[in-house]
């Protein structure tokens, strides 16, 4: 089966530029995740869609970032205006999100490595 | 909220030797799953072995296992006969086990260095 894909693998941008993030996940899973990796540190969870419809937002900073999930399949992370501290590794990682935690295990795409100057 | 702690920014080990990575979590929940995952710079995440908390055995994988010790919410990695491509970024994960659509949740994470 194919991978989680995620595009642009790199992205360079200056502060206050806008920048957008795409994920195509594995077919059928209905549970996509969108991932904040600083340098250095572990991935944090940005936003959990459940097909369409969004599960978790709360550590999302919405003055700036948005996602969508519009058909419940592929899914865009949006920035703007980026800042210096923006710069990090976006993952999107999807799951079939069945009845247990047990038969939904998350696969991870290789992440967009983002820098804002 | 749940938290997953790793104390050891760095860890180095001689090839064909033994290190043990550690990790403590904090839950109030008592179904769940933890993971250790690795990062190598393709930043790709996988998954090295995985833990269910209602199971007292500790999970194994080959040259990789676990001690999951439960009441202490200690869940370390021992790497055994340690190779060059085991370096890389080790996280340690949580994740809730009462749906299938609970988030992982990941600590700092391990950089594993193997010396020739």
């Known amino acids: 089966e194919a991978g989680v894909a995620q595009s642009p693998r790199y992205k360079i941008i200056e502060k206050r530029q806008s920048v957008a993030f795409w994920c195509n996940p594995i077919?059928?899973?209905?549970?996509l995740y969108w991932y904040q990796q600083i340098l250095g540190q572990g991935p944090k969870l940005l936003i959990q869609?459940?097909?369409?419809?969004?599960?978790?937002d709360s550590q999302l900073p919405k003055d700036r970032f948005s996602a969508e999930r519009l058909k419940g399949v592929d899914s865009t992370l949006k920035i703007q205006p980026a800042k210096l501290e923006d710069s990090a590794v976006y993952l999107c990682?999807?799951?079939?999100?069945?009845?247990?935690?047990?038969?939904?295990?998350?696969?991870f795409g290789n992440g967009t490595r983002l820098t804002v100057t | 909220a749940q938290t997953v702690t790793q104390s050891q920014p760095e860890m180095s080990v001689q090839e064909a030797e033994t290190v043990t990575l550690s990790c403590t979590y904090d839950t109030s929940e008592s179904d769940y799953y933890l993971f250790w995952y690795k990062q190598p710079p393709s930043r790709q995440m996988i998954l090295v072995i995985r833990q269910e908390a209602y199971k007292q055995q500790n999970a194994t994988e080959n040259r990789f296992s676990v001690n999951f010790q439960k009441a202490a919410k200690s869940f370390s990695l021992k790497i055994s006969d340690s190779q060059l491509g085991d370096a890389a970024m080790y996280f340690c994960?949580?994740?809730?086990?009462?749906?299938?659509?609970?988030?992982?949740?990941f600590g700092k994470g391990t950089r594993l260095s193997v010396i020739a």
């Open positions: 869609f459940q097909n369409n419809g969004v599960v978790d």
């Open positions: 990682a999807s799951s079939l999100g069945l009845n247990r935690a047990a038969n939904s295990p998350l696969h």
């Open positions: 077919s059928g899973h209905a549970t």
């Open positions: 994960a949580y994740r809730s086990g009462y749906s299938g659509n609970t988030p992982l949740v």
